[in-house]
């Protein structure tokens, strides 16, 4: 099944590496970044807007669609792709995470999780068997295997919680049935790095097309969480996209693409968005500040957005001040961009070779230090 | 000044009118409808989609814009069209009806009103002058004078307030210094036909590039504003522009056109959009009902919009239940769409002098009875 997604490298610098995963619904270049459409949306932005940015992935959480409006009546819509619109590839995650961080109350059992619903209250239950259900339902081009999210730095809880995740992870391999989804495995192991490595080879060795990297992100250190990236990468097959998961900071995503990651999704940009907060590549920017009142200048000089090329910072500010929907939806077009066009920026570095001096200036104009490699 | 203020008329068909209104930032094919951007924007719409759907004509509120963002800080951005980015006709209102309307506190004597702004509670002032002072900054093309509204029931007061009416549209014209702006008098007068007759032919006899009618669509019944439509263009101008302020149901745009409107303007297809109504030419349909759930049709099988051509009832329910913003964009979208494209099927049938049955047709289609001219 797996052989039926070819990633194939077509550069590599350092420990970057840029490549094609094909897809039913199209060809990704990495690395990429997906915008998240958790509720089968990215939020405040229409497919067509989505399409002008030039995303090619789209997220959408399981977990949420399970719930609302339910992965049997998106199926009898035609599926995901159909139901919201998207025709590019799309990737479901497996529900696992948001049980374990939108759920009050969760029993974790060996054959799944029981849960409360955060939209009703009712109890609900996902198993590996039941996710991969939910996740062929919807029709996404990349699913993820089930796995527990636990507290990255509790040792005992990290490792019972790897264990059980590699246990699901064969589960999910057994349960799939579609051809024309690749599952990808998720590591765990939270920051130990004996565990990560274990994991790492567990997963590795269990045949999927592609490998996650799960439970960053979520309290650890940056330098934690890097090292913790370097050490999953040491022993996950190169000739495999690896995707981080659900992190989305310009530097995240230059620290991650140099240690070999592929794919990356974050609810940031959106969310910040909504928020009144401009991400760029010379920082954050709160629009609500008045210092923007008078400001004629576009969000970011050298940016080619819709927002950018069309709008003032203090007509943006005038639509956060005035509490208008436009805002969010301007903010938004603005902050993917950012993370779309540094992923693009990326590719085109390590293909011209030139990614250390692309990851310095990027940095410095962010003002944040680089993190070196532990080796 | 007002000669600058070309309208042509085209076609007439029955008391109908198509015509062309020259400005500066482009020519009105008329009868059109304007959507309401109270805020310097269309809520929860870009710019770029409003031009694809055609629309032609804009309003802001100016109560709003002089309260936020303030229109001198506007004009600092160069002016309504450059601060939000709509590059085709503009208009704006006077203020009068908004002060009538959203503020509770209001004190009115001859010179002017003083309000209580809805957003902070500090004491405000508005004068004929000041009125035009503010759309001068705000710098539309189409600007109205300032106008006292009344309950439309109590003739003392509405007399009262149309004599006032009168007397501050003389100052509007005396106070105006651009002639770039196309200053329309507004006609008042409530439900009385001498009092509409009498306010017609005062504000006819003053010169106007164009004429309102005011002070209507505010509790009064369907039968007597056409009612008061037909008193008034018995007597205003024919070879001006007529605006029906405030106006924008599918039917009171038919039968407002069947009477010699030109122009109309409406918050209801953007404020409908926000409460999960789609209005289309076979009635409204609630969108939240659960009997949409599984509904893979269109809004509107007949409609081109983006929506329409784009998604299901089906998704556009899950979008409205699980409290996506994108609902009210796609819902505004389509409610815009079925105004603006009646606004052009109007024009069209009267150029093809084929109004009446058109009338017949869609007013069957809405099941609504017609209305009757009164002689």
């Known amino acids: 099944m797996s052989n039926n997604f070819d990633y194939k490298i077509l550069a590599e610098d350092g420990g970057a590496r840029s490549g094609e995963f094909t897809t039913l619904h199209g060809v990704l270049q990495t690395p990429v970044f997906a915008p998240v459409g958790t509720q089968a949306t990215v939020k405040s932005i229409t497919p067509a807007q989505l399409d002008a940015l030039g995303a090619t992935l789209v997220l959408a959480n399981t977990y949420h669609l399970f719930l609302r409006p339910g992965d049997e009546l998106v199926a009898k819509m035609g599926g995901l792709?159909?139901?919201?619109?998207?025709?590019?590839?799309?990737?479901?995650?497996?529900?696992?995470?948001?049980?374990?961080?939108?759920?009050?109350?969760?029993?974790?059992?060996?054959?799944?999780?029981?849960?409360?619903?955060?939209?009703?209250?009712?109890?609900?239950?996902?198993?590996?068997?039941?996710?991969?259900?939910?996740?062929?339902?919807?029709?996404?081009?990349?699913?993820?295997?089930?796995?527990?999210?636990?507290?990255?730095?509790?040792?005992?809880?990290?490792?019972?919680?790897?264990?059980?995740?590699?246990?699901?992870?064969?589960?999910?391999?057994?349960?799939?049935?579609?051809?024309?989804?690749?599952?990808?495995?998720?590591?765990?192991?939270?920051?130990?790095?004996?565990?990560?490595?274990?994991?790492?080879?567990?997963?590795?060795?269990?045949?999927?097309?592609?490998?996650?990297?799960?439970?960053?992100?979520?309290?650890?250190?940056?330098?934690?969480?890097?090292?913790?990236?370097?050490?999953?990468?040491?022993?996950?097959?190169?000739?495999?996209?690896?995707?981080?998961?659900?992190?989305?900071?310009?530097?995240?995503?230059?620290?991650?693409?140099?240690?070999?990651?592929?794919?990356?999704?974050?609810?940031?940009?959106?969310?910040?968005?909504?928020?009144?907060?401009?991400?760029?590549?010379?920082?954050?920017?709160?629009?609500m500040n008045a210092t923007f009142a008078e400001d004629t200048r576009p969000i970011d000089e050298e940016c080619s957005c819709y927002t950018c090329r069309t709008f003032t910072r203090a007509y943006l500010r005038h639509l956060i001040v005035a509490k208008e929907m436009l805002a969010a939806t301007l903010l938004s077009i603005h902050n993917l961009h950012t993370l779309l066009q540094l992923a693009r920026d990326l590719r085109q570095a390590i293909i011209e070779g030139r990614l250390e001096a692309f990851a310095d200036q990027a940095m410095a104009r962010l003002n944040i230090p680089r993190t070196p490699k532990r080796k």
Request: charged share 25%; aromatic share 8%; net charge negative.
């Open 81 to 287: 792709h159909e139901f919201m619109q998207w025709h590019k590839p799309m990737l479901t995650d497996s529900g696992g995470f948001q049980v374990f961080s939108l759920s009050d109350t969760r029993k974790v059992d060996e054959d799944g999780v029981t849960f409360k619903s955060h939209i009703d209250g009712s109890m609900k239950r996902l198993t590996p068997e039941s996710s991969i259900k939910i996740q062929e339902n919807l029709g996404a081009d990349i699913i993820m295997a089930f796995d527990e999210c636990s507290d990255p730095n509790n040792r005992a809880y990290v490792e019972q919680a790897m264990e059980r995740t590699h246990r699901w992870a064969q589960r999910c391999l057994d349960a799939k049935t579609r051809d024309d989804q690749a599952l990808f495995g998720i590591v765990q192991g939270g920051i130990f790095d004996d565990l990560r490595e274990r994991s790492a080879e567990t997963i590795n060795a269990m045949g999927f097309p592609g490998h996650a990297i799960g439970g960053l992100s979520v309290g650890e250190t940056k330098t934690e969480m890097y090292h913790a990236i370097e050490v999953c990468n040491q022993v996950l097959s190169p000739d495999k996209p690896r995707y981080l998961m659900g992190v989305g900071t310009p530097e995240d995503l230059i620290e991650g693409v140099l240690r070999g990651i592929d794919i990356f999704d974050c609810v940031l940009p959106t969310r910040l968005a909504r928020h009144n907060s401009a991400m760029t590549m010379f920082g954050r920017l709160n629009l």
